[in-house]
């Protein structure tokens, strides 16, 4: 789909120019990374809907990717995809039970590429958390869409994600788009309130837009609706 967004890690510059064409023809937006400095970066900027790897010696970069995808748990929900001139079958194995989406060995054909990138970014659509948008809105926020409840099972990721754009991106104004949200428990209120507090602190702010009924019913219920700033405006 046109506007998703596909990260090429091309630590080497090994990957076929033609995948980043082919990508792009297909409507998605490519952004090349060369390290994991530069991954941090930018995955801190905009979360990614497809992580595309390259992979030349197996033990090694495999070991390397993920020690430094602990450091960046925001990534943790981001399909990846494997690509690699040849692999065994014991580390085909390891990297699926490291949680990568589907190996390719080159060569591969145009068409198997394309289908293999949709089915995964769907998946993402499907079990992801939330991402954050590229670009701020008019009056400087920076907008994160949650794309599924938010509850005790993913609260905890939240709360570092949020974490991770105050502290490593310095970022002071967030909007959280809750146009996916059909459900909120305790733990996620929870972690709204910690969040608006942390803002508040540096003198920033934090927004709560397409609130459904159903949620906002309960956050007016627990006065929590005047502390997070969500007004009938902002409701879905």
Do not use: W
Not at 65 to 87: H, Q, T
Request: with cysteine; hydrophobic share 45%; net charge neutral.
């Amino acid at each position: 789909m046109a506007g998703e967004t596909v990260f090429l890690l091309n630590k080497q510059k090994l990957l076929s120019p033609m995948l980043l064409k082919t990508l792009e023809a297909e409507g998605y937006v490519v952004k090349a990374i060369h390290d994991y400095k530069q991954l941090k970066l930018v995955s801190g900027q905009i979360t990614p809907n497809l992580l595309i790897m390259e992979v030349v010696s197996v033990m090694d970069d495999i070991q390397a990717f993920k020690d430094n995808l602990e450091r960046m748990p925001y990534l943790k929900d981001v399909p990846l995809i494997a690509m690699l001139d040849s692999i065994s079958r014991n580390h085909a194995v390891l990297m699926a039970r490291m949680g990568f989406f589907e190996i390719l060995v080159n060569p591969i054909k145009q068409e198997n590429f394309m289908k293999t990138v949709k089915k995964a970014i769907s998946r993402m659509k499907k079990d992801g958390e939330f991402r954050l948008i590229d670009g701020e809105s008019e009056d400087g926020f920076r907008i994160v869409e949650f794309l599924t409840q938010l509850d005790a099972s993913n609260s905890k990721n939240v709360e570092n994600y949020i974490d991770h754009l105050i502290i490593d991106r310095e970022f002071k104004k967030i909007i959280f788009d809750f146009k996916q949200v059909q459900y909120i428990d305790s733990s996620g209120i929870g972690v709204l309130i910690v969040c608006k507090k942390k803002l508040d602190l540096l003198g920033g702010d934090l927004r709560i837009v397409h609130v459904n009924d159903q949620v906002r019913s309960l956050l007016e219920t627990l006065h929590i609706d005047k502390i997070l700033g969500i007004g009938k405006e902002e409701t879905a």
